[in-house]
Structures are given as structure tokens and as C-alpha cells.
């Protein structure tokens, strides 16, 4: 609701930015997406997350396949 109100996101945007926080995964996606696209700070570090969490889903099913 911050960034609808400072930053001018429509309120369709911010409902499905809401409805994306609900679902595991996604949510880190859509965060670095809001964090890049509307706050324009935290880039390297949104990126660093997003790839730890590549990362850590690759595994995960690889983990999945090898048991």
C-alpha cells in the first residue's frame, strides 16, 4: 500500500502483488520485481536473493530426485 500510495502503483498491480505474497517462491520474485521496478534500491541485493533461491529450488528437486 506504500508503494500504491508514494509511488503510483495501480490498484490492480497492488492486488496482485498482494495475492503473489501468498504463494511461497513467488513472492521473492515479485519482491525483487517491486524492490527493482518501483524502489530502485536494494539491486544487487534482490538480485543476490533471487539467485540463492534459484539456487536453493534446484537443489531441492534435485535432492527430490536422488531420494
Not at 2 to 7: E, L, Y
Not at 15 to 27: E, F, K
Request: net charge positive.
Amino acid at each position: 500500500m506504500i508503494t500504491k500510495r508514494q509511488k503510483e502503483m495501480s490498484l490492480g498491480k497492488c492486488a496482485v502483488h498482494v495475492l503473489l505474497q501468498l504463494i511461497p517462491v513467488i513472492d521473492i520474485i515479485d519482491l525483487v520485481y517491486v524492490t527493482n521496478k518501483y524502489w530502485k534500491r536494494g539491486k544487487v541485493l534482490a538480485i543476490l536473493t533471487a539467485v540463492f533461491v534459484c539456487i536453493l529450488v534446484i537443489l531441492g528437486l534435485v535432492n527430490k530426485v536422488i531420494m
